[in-house]
């Protein structure tokens, strides 16, 4: 039985190819789940193009990526993606009902076209495929291996997610803003006894007061939500552009001291979710 989460791309917003962002990674949004035989492949920011070479390698055929939205940080990494040039791989891609727009197939197409890239996605030979879910819809995979989905609160809608398997619930939570003095019920709701919460802590507390509408969150909030939800390891993600690694090594050391199970996101990092807590012990 397998249930890993490996991190490809931790950083939010921008990416940071900086000799002060190595320690915790400058590729934006993109993490690798393997379960039940199946790969699943959560957002497709700049982290997505070493995922691709990693496929090559390994010479995996197939995967599912589960978008949170299509802002650019998100998908930016799609037309780096090797394996999608290749006609003996196959990825459906799964995203939220955008506005505007049929679904996320759409959303890449444009990105793709002059005069905003010079390689339309009708080059990619592998199999695409492009499906729309709507928010609390619950995805089975088969082999006990099911993902649920929740509504989270940033401009435009993005979409949250909790994998489970072999008794064991990973959530991604990122991109969401949280509101001072409420209680997000939805975030609530699907990380609720979760092993492993990774959550938008883009921002500090003194930094978050600056930016109300920006869509993003601290790990002070997330904290406090895994506390009420009982979740028994809370990661810090979608880093701040502008946090390099002191800040991001300070920002760490507070945390644990909040929470013990707390850390923050690094690139290449990998997490055995079934070993998950004998490991903390």
Request: include cysteine.
């Amino acid at each position: 039985m397998e249930f890993t989460v490996k991190f490809w791309g931790v950083r939010g917003t921008f990416p940071c190819p900086s000799p002060t962002h190595l320690q915790y990674g400058g590729n934006t949004s993109c993490l690798e789940i393997r379960a039940a035989g199946k790969v699943l492949v959560l957002d497709a920011g700049t982290g997505l193009r070493s995922l691709g070479k990693q496929f090559l390698r390994e010479g995996v055929k197939e995967a599912t990526l589960l978008m949170t939205h299509a802002h650019w940080d998100h998908i930016n990494g799609f037309p780096f993606f090797e394996p999608g040039y290749r006609p003996d791989f196959s990825l459906r891609v799964v995203a939220r009902d955008l506005k505007g727009c049929s679904c996320i197939g759409e959303v890449l197409t444009t990105c793709m076209e002059n005069p905003l890239f010079p390689v339309p996605l009708t080059t990619m030979r592998a199999k695409l495929s492009f499906d729309n879910l709507r928010t609390g819809d619950i995805l089975d995979f088969g082999g006990g291996l099911l993902v649920r989905t929740a509504p989270l609160n940033h401009p435009g809608g993005a979409v949250g997610y909790r994998i489970e398997h072999g008794g064991k619930a990973f959530c991604y939570v990122t991109d969401t803003e949280h509101i001072p003095g409420q209680t997000d019920e939805n975030i609530l709701s699907l990380i609720e006894g979760a092993d492993l919460v990774v959550y938008d802590s883009s921002y500090t507390e003194e930094e978050f007061a600056a930016r109300i509408g920006w869509g993003h969150s601290t790990w002070n909030e997330g904290v406090r939500l895994s506390r009420l939800a009982g979740v028994k390891q809370f990661c810090l993600f979608h880093h701040d552009p502008d946090h390099d690694d002191q800040a991001m090594a300070a920002i760490e050391r507070e945390a644990r001291q909040s929470f013990a199970g707390a850390f923050a996101a690094r690139e290449g990092s990998c997490i055995d979710m079934l070993r998950l807590e004998s490991e903390a012990a």
